[in-house]
Structures are given as C-alpha cells and as structure tokens.
C-alpha cells in the first residue's frame, strides 16, 4: 500500500505542477502577469462541480433513497461497516437500474451515500455484497470524490485555455501565431493530464480493494462479487450499458468493458462454478499476470484497472 499512496502523491504533484507549468508557459508568451481569471474561474467550476454533482448523479442513477425497513439487511450491512470504518451512517439507496453494480458520492466524509443498482441485489450473495460495500465505505473514507473532484478540473480548465487561444479571434499575424502555439501546447497537456486523472482513479480503485479488505472481507469474497458483476454486465442489453455510460467512473468495475474481462475470468473459475473460491484465488498467486497490448491500451484509457490485475491484487492481500 506504501508504494500505492507514493505513487497517488506523486501523481497529484505533476498534475499541480503542469498546470503551473502551462500558466507560467502563456505568461511568458502573451507577455501577461496576472492569470488570475483561469485561477478564479478553477475555482469557481470547481464549487460547482463539488455543489451540485451529488443532485446530478441521484438524477443521472435514477436513485431512490431507501428506509431500514424496506431493505433491512442492506442498511445493517452498511452500519456495520461505518462503525468498524469510524465514519457516520450514509445515506442509502436504490438505483433504479438493471446493470449490477454499486457506487458512493457525496460532498464529504458527512455527506456520504452509498447506492446499489437493483440489478446487484438478486446477484450477490451477503458476503459478496457486503465486501462491494466495504468497497464502496472505503471510497468515502478515502475522500475520494473530493480527490478526483480536485484533480479532474485541472485537465477540464487545460481544456477551455486550448479552445480559446486555437481559435483565438487575432488581428495581427504575430499574436495570432502564438496564440495557436500556446492552444496546441495546451490540448497536447489536456490530453496528457487526462490520462493521469484516469490513472489516479485506477490507484483509487485499488485502495478501495484493499480498504474492504480491511474492514473484515475475505479476498475471494470480493473477488467473487467482481466476477458476478462482469459477468452480470455482459449479459445485459448494450443499451443499458450505454444508459449509464457516464457514471461508470463511480462504479465498482467498468460495465463498458465486461465482454473483454468476463473472457480472462473465466479461466480463474476453475471449477466452473460461477464463484471464485479461496483455494482458486490462491492458485492465482503465484501466476504472473501478462496483458496484450489492447488490453494496456483499454486499461490506459479507462477509470478502472483491468480486472484480471486487480484480482491478482487481491489474491495478494490478507484480511485483516
């Protein structure tokens, strides 16, 4: 986990870093001091994000927040990991959508929710479902929402200063030149940020993992849920898939890219059994996991891990 947290504090050093680098880089080339609209107007889509994102993702999920009466075990699952996370009770809810899956938001540490879709709760056994909750606990004790809020309005603002200096409306040639200069090098730093963004949700992923694990799941627990909600995804219609295409970065796996994942899977599942058991995620450990290159590339450009490397993860961890 060391080598983990190293890497997330090095990533968010660059990131901060090459957005310094490209205000200083347009100062020096527009002769201009003071940068303080790019500064405020950060800041500004970033309280907007931060307000209103919880009401955008209830209102994207379809999510219906539930009473202790109506799903009793899911609401004693989620006290009994807020209690042993140290953190208050959140809010919990049903979203109202087939693909099985879970996910946690909220604007704090306070102001948690944790949500199921109603396609996860004829899926999952209770320890499969309660390790995905602990999955998800982890995420808010990690105060990941607040972390990749953070970070993904730093490619965002690259973004809208590449848009207006590409198409900057010039007069004299001279000015103009730099401006399409300073545009290019921007999207190029967009680009490059964005993928950093992606690759410190993937390291948030793997924290959350862990962070079930720590809070008293079995490896193959979570595991085992992992491989019912791939295979739960590519089973589903491509139009439910592409209904919550844009909040696939809270769920606990990516449904766009279950086809791909359910194929190496399968080959953990040795006794065909639908599950992975304990002695098969230990006969997992001494594998050494090698993808091809489409599949770095899609892990490249996606929010999540590949699956099979994150199971090979897990298999690598104890509870505690």
Known sequence: ???????????????????????????????????SFYLILSIVMMLIQYMIGPKIVEWSMKVKYVKENEYPDLHRMVKELAIRAKLPVP???????????????????????ICVTEGILN????????????????????????????LSVIPMILYRIAWQFMFYNRRDRDSGSNAVLIGMAAFLFYFLTNLLVLYASRIREYFADKGS????????????ALYKLVYGSAVM???????????????ANDPSRAMNELRDLRSLDLD????????????????????????????????????LKRIKRLSEWKIS
């Not at 694990?213 to 085992?224: E, H, M, N, V």
């Open 123 to 150: 899926l999952l056994k209770e320890n499969e479902l309660r390790a995905v909750l602990g999955h998800e606990m982890s995420h808010i004790k990690n105060r990941d929402m607040l972390t990749i809020t953070l």
């Open 1 to 35: 986990m060391f080598a983990l947290r190293l890497r997330m504090m090095l990533l968010t050093a660059l990131l901060f870093a090459i957005m310094y680098a490209v205000i200083a880089m347009i100062s020096a080339r527009m002769g201009i001091s003071n940068f």
């Open 91 to 113: 809010r919990i809810g049903i979203a109202q959508v087939a693909v099985p899956n879970a996910f946690a938001f909220g604007r704090s540490v306070k102001d948690g929710r």
């Open 213 to 224: 694990i720590d809070l008293g799941s079995r490896p193959a627990d979570l595991a085992s």
């Open 272 to 307: 065909k059994s639908g599950t992975i058991e304990a002695s098969e995620l230990l006969a997992l450990q001494t594998k050494t996991v090698r993808l091809g290159f489409g599949d770095k590339l899609m892990e490249l450009m996606s929010t999540h891990p590949n699956m």
């Open 237 to 251: 219609p491509k139009e439910a898939i592409k209904d919550v295409e844009g909040m696939k970065a809270f769920f």
